[in-house]
């Protein structure tokens, strides 16, 4: 993005700093016309305003010159002293300027009301009573700049902290995946080697279904998100592979609501689930198996469910969870921080049931 104020922004800023100023000399000639009339005085509205939008708007022109001097020597400055005396000179000077200026206007002003004086009848009054006013007007304007200036960019150092937390955290998800991806992988192949000497023809089969599956991975690589239909779709490939290899002892049910399958959920997020269900619920066992797979919406919340009927988790949890486990706790405290809940409990049927909440 490039750092010149394109035409709109100048044109939008120009404008605001035109408003700014008329209100400024709204709110004074209001003050200037109730005053007079409890004087006493002889002042119209319109008087009253024309004299006071005389006056700010000279201030208007002014103020251009002194934010950028604001800006080219800030207070914070590394010479403190010499800052100050820049900005002593400056307000003097600027103020006999708002002298001179207002002076001319002031002439001109006459003129326009055939009540003409002449600039010398201006001046005096003019420097007499409004110079040390306008010193007070420049350390104003010096130090709304170098409030803004501070509000700029304390917005830029936080709008870029963020960005900097967004990208470590997609690096850590990005990381995360590329430890999934490789523990799924060689899992699989594990499962493949194991038939090669027993069942060649469910190898080779698994190895077919292995390179589907690793075709639908390419669809996309590396993101952190998903819909849930893609999540399904790939762990229906998945329990091919397995259904391969434990043949009649699994059976698996997946019940998916409808209204979740657009649904945005973590990449890769039920595979580590589900592979954990068979490696430590279904595969020590010799009885048949059964995993089932749940998506459904609980009010704000979506939940997805994995449950097989092994032996569930020992008294006490487990002492030490594998990759896939660590990896989704990890993956999901990225993604959601607190606003997720990640539950391991046994189910009363018996085995374990997996319970992982997202938030809408």
């Given amino acids: 993005m490039s750092d010149h104020a394109t035409p709109g922004r100048s044109l939008f800023r120009f404008a605001g700093v035109g408003a700014f100023w008329t209100l400024v000399g709204l709110a004074f000639a209001s003050q ?28 208007a022109i002014l103020s251009i010159p002194v934010v950028w001097l604001a800006r080219r020597w800030p207070p914070e400055g590394t010479q403190p ?30 003129r326009l009301l055939d009540e003409p004086v002449t600039f010398a009848e201006v001046f005096r009054p003019l420097l007499v009573k409004t110079y040390p006013f306008n010193l007070l007007v420049y350390g104003v304007i010096i130090t709304i700049s170098h409030a803004l200036e501070y509000y700029r960019k304390y917005h830029e150092r936080t709008v870029n902290a963020l960005e900097l937390e967004k990208h470590l955290t997609e690096a850590r998800l990005q990381a995360l ?33 292995l390179s589907e599956l690793l075709r639908l991975t390419m669809h996309h690589p590396g993101q952190p998100l998903t ?8 762990i229906e490939k998945y329990l091919e592979i397995e259904r391969i290899r434990f043949r009649d002892r699994l059976t698996v049910e997946i019940k998916v609501a409808p209204d979740t399958l657009e649904l945005d959920v973590p990449s890769l997020i039920i595979q580590p689930l589900v592979e954990n269900a068979i490696r ?37 949890g487990f002492t030490r969870e594998g990759i896939g486990l660590a990896n989704t706790r990890g993956r999901l405290r990225e993604l959601y921080g607190d606003r997720h809940r990640f539950e391991l409990a046994n189910h009363a049927a018996g085995g374990l049931e997996v319970r992982v909440s997202l938030p809408l």
């Avoid at 010499?82 to 000179?89: C, E, G, P, W």
């Avoid at 490789?182 to 089969?205: C, R």
Wanted: net charge positive.
């Fill in 81 to 110: 002293w010499r800052t100050a005396a820049i900005h002593l000179a400056a307000a003097l000077g600027c103020s006999l300027v708002y002298v001179l200026l207002r002076s001319l206007v002031g002439v001109v002003h006459s």
């Fill in 280 to 316: 430590h619920g279904i595969e020590p066992q010799a009885r048949p198996g059964r995993i089932t797979v749940e998506a459904r919406r609980e009010g704000a919340t979506l939940v997805l469910l994995v449950r097989d009927n092994g032996g569930g988790q020992p008294p006490g």
């Fill in 227 to 234: 819909k849930l239909h893609e999540e399904i779709a790939f």
């Fill in 32 to 59: 200037f016309y109730l005053s007079s009339t409890l004087l006493g005085l002889s002042v119209t509205w319109s008087q009253a305003i024309s004299y006071s939008l005389a006056d700010w708007y000279v201030w």
């Fill in 177 to 209: 995946l590329r430890q999934l991806q490789p523990h799924f992988l060689f899992n699989t192949l594990n499962g493949i080697a194991s038939l090669m000497h027993s069942d060649v023809h469910a190898a080779d089969k698994m190895l077919v279904r």
